[in-house]
């Protein structure tokens, strides 16, 4: 453990180089999938812009309790089905999970799809239910 300690003492410019890169990698890929919102920002989007929240969720957990409106299509079949989702080309979509972190894989789909307004609505639906917010089965 001297060890460690004594290279970065004498390596630090490279500790920090590495430092640097590794915040400028995750920066950038949490960008490519969409920005996060809170769910009330999520709310006051979809509702002043006609968007949408998708559910990303598995059919049988979407049965339990689901945003009102919500469209459900499970984050595997996501590839196969998204021209179900073509008339939200140019409307907001909020992609909602169980707890926020499948969004960013299916962000990074959809904007390869060329959709242009996709964000990601931090905590999911654990953060809805948390929040007390109105769900439907």
């Not at 460690?4 to 920090?16: D, K, M, P, R, T």
């Not at 006051?44 to 945003?67: M, S």
């Not at 964000?119 to 948390?130: A, C, F, I």
């Amino acid at each position: 453990m001297a060890l460690f300690f004594e290279f970065l003492g004498q390596q630090w410019i490279l500790v920090a180089a590495l430092l640097a890169v590794i915040v400028m990698l995750i920066l950038h890929e949490s960008r490519k999938s969409g920005p996060s919102l809170s769910p009330q920002q999520a709310i006051n989007l979809v509702n002043a812009e006609e968007g949408v929240f998708l559910d990303l969720r598995d059919a049988a957990e979407f049965k339990k309790g689901h945003i009102v409106n919500a469209k459900n299509i499970p984050a595997a079949k996501l590839a196969t089905r998204l021209a179900e989702l073509d008339k939200y080309k140019d409307k907001p979509i909020v992609l909602v999970c169980k707890m926020g972190q499948q969004s960013g894989a299916a962000g990074k789909q959809l904007k390869a799809g060329n959709y242009s307004k996709v964000y990601k609505m931090s905590g999911g639906m654990m953060e809805w239910t948390n929040l007390q917010l109105p769900t439907v089965v």
